[in-house]
């Protein structure tokens, strides 16, 4: 378990592929650690070299000091991680949580940033956002099981025809509530706030990198319509809708968006 220290907390990684390509750091939403790009995403994007994983601050063996976080703390974050890696400039692609840390690591940091792709993300919650962000918040605070905030996730980030696998949709309910994704009920509670407060849209036109945003159409919790405010405002974004996938566009679709992701990164 490869530990960094920043201000002197731990930030957990991995770190795999390797090669002369610029590092790939990957960031992840709300609810879940750096295990959910192990089985998809990693094994092809570390093909072109280094991908770096990590746990956000009270996730796995991530240090938490208990209090509420903004995504601005969340980049500071990663580039505290990056200095401990010796990481001059990065790739970075951000999903959920994630992805509005990455705009806040491209508005905060430029000089640590190539490349930037989102996916699944927004620049500033709406309204319905902000009810359901409190709503989950809520129902963590309650001690709710965590089955129960499993399968009330799923149902706003995967798609009808996924969630009809019931045998696929049980062992996935089954896995993220053993315990194997760490994290207590107040940390996803101020994740949520996080997310909440998140909000960068009157300065996405500042955002210089190119910038690859990738939606699913049936995408639920981040509609593709958030995903075209991000790319409509960065100068140099490009916007890419999946049919046949939701919110967790990586999962559903998992080849198409590797793909998208490797050739956008390649680009000279």
């Keep these: 378990m490869p530990i960094v220290h920043y201000r002197s907390r731990r930030i957990e990684y991995e770190v ?13 939403g709300t609810g879940g650690s750096y295990k959910g790009w192990l089985p998809l995403q990693v094994p092809e994007l570390s093909k072109r070299g280094r991908v770096v ?27 505290g991680l990056l200095d401990a890696l010796q990481i001059p400039t990065a790739d970075v692609l951000g999903a959920f949580m994630g992805g509005m840390a990455a705009q806040e690591l491209a508005l905060q940091h430029p000089a640590r ?15 319905k956002r902000r ?9 963590a605070a309650r001690g709710f099981a965590m089955d129960a905030m499993v399968r009330e996730r799923m149902l706003w980030s995967l798609q009808d025809e996924t969630l009809a696998q019931t045998d696929l949709i049980q062992g996935m309910v089954e896995y993220l509530s053993k315990g194997d994704l760490p994290m207590t009920a107040d940390l996803f509670a101020r994740q949520c706030m996080a997310c909440m407060e998140h909000d960068t849209y009157d300065r996405l036109r ?15 919790l981040t509609p593709p319509r958030l995903l075209r405010e991000i790319a409509d405002e960065v100068p140099d974004a490009r916007l890419v809708t999946i049919r046949f ?7 559903e679709a998992a080849e198409r968006f590797n793909q998208l992701v490797a050739d956008f990164l390649d680009e000279h």
Excluded: E
């Design 113 to 127: 940033l190539r490349r930037l792709v989102l996916t699944g993300t927004y620049a500033r919650a709406d309204a």
């Design 16 to 28: 795999h592929g390797s090669g002369p390509a610029v590092p790939l750091l990957l960031a992840t």
């Design 131 to 139: 009810m359901l962000l409190d709503h989950w918040a809520s129902l």
């Design 53 to 79: 994983l990590f746990n956000h601050r009270g996730v796995g063996a991530s240090d938490d000091d208990g209090k509420p976080f903004t995504t601005a703390d969340l980049a500071d974050d990663m580039v």
């Design 206 to 220: 500042r955002i210089q990198h190119p910038t690859l945003v990738v939606s699913g159409r049936n995408d639920q």
């Design 245 to 251: 996938a939701a919110h967790l566009v990586m999962v």
